[in-house]
């Protein structure tokens, strides 16, 4: 039975997102391809008809989920941000969360098509966020700081009262500094 270029196009899509779920929830490392292609309803034979290498899906998946993270976050201010990301829901969602709280480390170790999509999708939150001119550096600071609480959050076991502490401190420390009229770190003064 002959699949229609549509039917291809959909399956690729799947298996996208089913990475992108699964790869953020278990790491790069932590599923193979044979697994991952089940998961998304194909057989492993069909992977290589869609992708070149294992990395290639990889940048695809993170593409994905990062911009996922950014369509939820267009539009919304910096301050209703930081809530939500880091906090206990976000921490506890690692297969819709943000893509560069589940996989920046790994990504560091990854393929440049890997990093370079982790570098793009960056960019793309920063301006998302209103990342812009001088305000640049107070949103990548809020994003690395709000990035940093939801992984070293995540390292502590699940009902760990420093998994709490991590999160509530960090929020609040960027909450008060998108309050204050301090310029962020590495702005220049008006």
């Known amino acids: 039975m002959k699949i229609t270029k549509a039917q291809v196009q959909a399956n690729r899509a799947r298996v996208v997102e089913t990475a992108s779920a699964l790869f953020r929830e278990r790491g790069y490392d932590g599923i193979g391809v044979a697994d991952l292609m089940n998961a998304a309803g194909l057989t492993h034979g069909g992977f290589y008809k869609h992708f070149g290498s294992k990395a290639d899906l990889m940048a695809e998946a993170a593409a994905c989920g990062i911009a996922q993270t950014v369509a939820q976050t267009t539009g919304v201010d910096a301050a ?42 960056i960019e793309r939150l920063l301006a998302a966020l209103g990342g812009t001119g001088g305000n640049r550096a107070r949103i990548l600071d809020l994003v690395a700081h709000a990035v940093g609480a939801v992984v070293m959050s995540r390292a502590c076991p699940d009902a760990s009262p420093l998994a709490d502490e991590i999160l509530t401190t960090c ?6 500094s998108l309050d204050s009229s301090a310029p962020a770190p590495g702005a220049t003064p008006p």
């Open 80 to 121: 209703t941000f930081a809530r939500h990301y880091v906090s206990r829901a976000h921490r506890d969602a690692r297969a819709t969360g943000c893509t560069m709280a589940a996989l920046g480390g790994d990504a560091a170790r990854q393929p440049d098509a890997v990093r370079a999509t982790f570098a793009d999708g």
């Open 171 to 176: 929020r609040e420390a960027i909450l008060a």
